[in-house]
């Protein structure tokens, strides 16, 4: 069944209505691609059991929602850890582990979430409101956690009873429910977490539809169906088996010659042909996410830490940033490396989102001229030579080759270092690289996409970024439940961002997934996640 996403991604927002929806409109260079999100199984005749295998393109890091920084991560965990909140293929936010959407006093400052009861984690031990208090206060507090700026200025977290939390806010937090959509909202078993500590990652335990088995480090993890599932009656396969495979052709491959029955990431190359294959279905969906090119400002101690200065031009001087912007002639990068399946993009705010303005999503005109008079003023001597870490995919790797030669033009010599995306995700948190080519999977929320990584101190800001003005606007966007007041705060934090260029957007993904038409229920949503918790294998006709 094909679906157009004709629904805004949901705003989370704390006031009493807690999302609002708008039409999307799609720009005229991706108007031949169609979404398709999957088909859940509904009443199609499937078979019990059997084993599935997901070619993986990147292998995830610690299997941890508190400290976890990796979009593969996300494919595992959801199968095995739900969130009290979930996005649906229309961008909405529903509940999962939570039973309603969160109600919120007047002034804000009180966000109360009623969760199920009578469930059990997978380790058998009871799920309540403690159990939430107790993942969520880990989350805040926990020293390496990611999750803590997504969480915002809270006070103190309550369990009031078996299945009610309460957040108690210092300030008010707009995006809270969309930040308990991911990551943030999902739940470990204190039991575990008593256990195994900060290695819980190792071992996780959650509640989900399957359940942690055992890992091969750069080669599989493996999950099995869950019995104690509160809805184990919706699940059919006996295990998940998420294979790593970084080369797209070799996913590829193994799609078509059965080995594998679902595979994330397909390339742009690859994507065309798959479609074309009866035995295979191709799911395709704008992203919520971005890629582009983080400079390290001042980060130099870690993230989060105190930041230090850099004393590199590219590191001092807003000028020679500005002029690396204007030498990537992002449209053309683009249409040339990804056949039109993606497209050019300067801003973390979707452009069919609400808060979108035309003038954050307007890109600046590739300029090499003005590039290299910036980097005379700047007084640097040309080329001016950048060391930029890439992961080792042919996609990234071929578009970062076609960067170098963009950026030439501007007096710049980009030095290209292919990096495992592990070891890329080691040199964030360290900040030990000088530039690199990463994105962001993205988020319903604009708060999302921006705060964690553009606000001083933040767990997410790797680039070492400072800016008070930048501070000030993104801590008024988020006490405010004024979507246009929002919007407008964004717009004005954006402008700084681009100002400062302490991250280059440069281009949004479109998300291709494909799958076995031997199976089912396989689902891709906007946030990028490929859902298996409920697929099967259709029952055998022949």
Not at 121 to 145: P, W
Not at 182 to 204: E, T, V, W, Y
Not at 355 to 374: E, G, H, I, K, W
Not at 393 to 413: E, I, N
Request: charged share 20%; aromatic share 8%.
């Amino acid at each position: 069944m094909l679906v157009r996403l004709s629904r805004l991604f949901g705003l989370a927002v704390v006031a009493v209505t807690l999302a609002s929806c708008a039409q999307l409109q799609y720009p005229d260079r991706t108007s031949t691609h169609t979404d398709d999100f999957g088909t859940p199984v509904g009443t199609q005749e499937v078979r019990d059991g059997g084993d599935l295998v997901m070619g993986l393109s990147s292998e995830p890091d610690r299997l941890d929602p508190t400290t976890s920084s990796s979009f593969y991560t996300r494919y595992v965990m959801s199968s095995i850890c739900e969130k009290l909140y979930d996005n649906d293929s229309s961008g909405n936010l529903v509940p999962q582990l939570a039973t309603a959407l969160p109600t919120v006093s007047e002034d804000g400052l009180t966000v109360t979430i009623p969760v199920r009861d009578g469930i059990k984690f997978a380790d058998g031990t009871s799920f309540d409101a403690a159990a939430v208090r107790t993942s969520l206060q880990r989350h805040l507090s926990m020293k390496t956690s990611q999750r803590t700026s997504e969480l915002g200025p809270i006070e103190s977290i309550e369990a009031t009873g078996d299945s009610e939390v309460v957040l108690h806010y210092k300030k008010p937090f707009a995006p809270i429910t969309a930040a308990l959509a991911d990551r943030a909202g999902m739940i470990m078993s204190p039991a575990a977490l008593a256990k195994n500590g900060d290695n819980f990652g190792d071992h996780p335990v959650c509640v989900g539809p399957f359940k942690f088995v055992k890992r091969v480090p750069q080669t599989s993890i493996v999950v099995e169906r869950d019995p104690l599932y509160y809805d184990a009656k919706q699940v059919h396969l006996q295990t998940i088996t998420y294979r790593i495979m970084v080369d797209a052709n070799i996913r590829a491959a193994n799609l078509r010659s059965g080995d594998i029955q679902v595979a994330d990431y397909i390339s742009p190359q690859d994507a065309d042909a798959l479609k074309k294959d009866s035995k295979l279905r191709l799911l395709q969906t704008r992203s919520l996410g971005f890629m582009g090119v983080y400079l390290n400002l001042g980060n130099v101690d870690g993230v989060g830490k105190p930041t230090k200065p850099i004393d590199t031009p590219l590191a001092k001087d807003a000028r020679v940033r500005e002029a690396l912007s204007l030498s990537i002639d992002r449209s053309a990068l683009v249409d040339t490396v990804f056949n039109n399946w993606y497209e050019p993009m300067c801003s973390p705010i979707v452009p069919q989102s609400t808060f979108a303005t035309p003038t954050v999503n307007n890109c600046p005109t590739y300029d090499p001229q003005r590039s290299r008079q910036l980097l005379a003023e700047a007084g640097v001597q040309l080329p001016y030579r950048v060391k930029m870490a890439v992961q080792t995919s042919q996609d990234r790797l071929r578009y970062a080759q076609a960067m170098q030669a963009s950026a030439a033009a501007g007096g710049f010599d980009i030095e290209i270092v292919p990096t495992e995306y592990s070891t890329m995700l080691d040199m964030q948190k360290r900040g030990n690289y000088e530039a690199m080519l990463l994105g962001w999977s993205g988020r319903i929320d604009p708060d999302g996409n921006i705060t964690r990584f553009m606000t001083t101190k933040s767990s997410g800001n790797y680039s070492g970024y400072s800016s008070p003005i930048a501070d000030d606007l993104l801590g008024q966007a988020a006490r405010t439940t004024d979507t246009a007041k929002r919007a407008d705060l964004y717009a004005q934090a954006v402008q700084q961002i681009q100002k400062d260029n302490p991250y280059l957007y440069t281009y949004r993904e479109r998300l291709l997934t494909a799958h076995s038409t031997q199976v089912t229920g396989v689902e891709m949503y906007p946030d990028g996640v490929v859902r298996l918790g409920k697929a099967a294998y259709l029952t055998d006709r022949s």
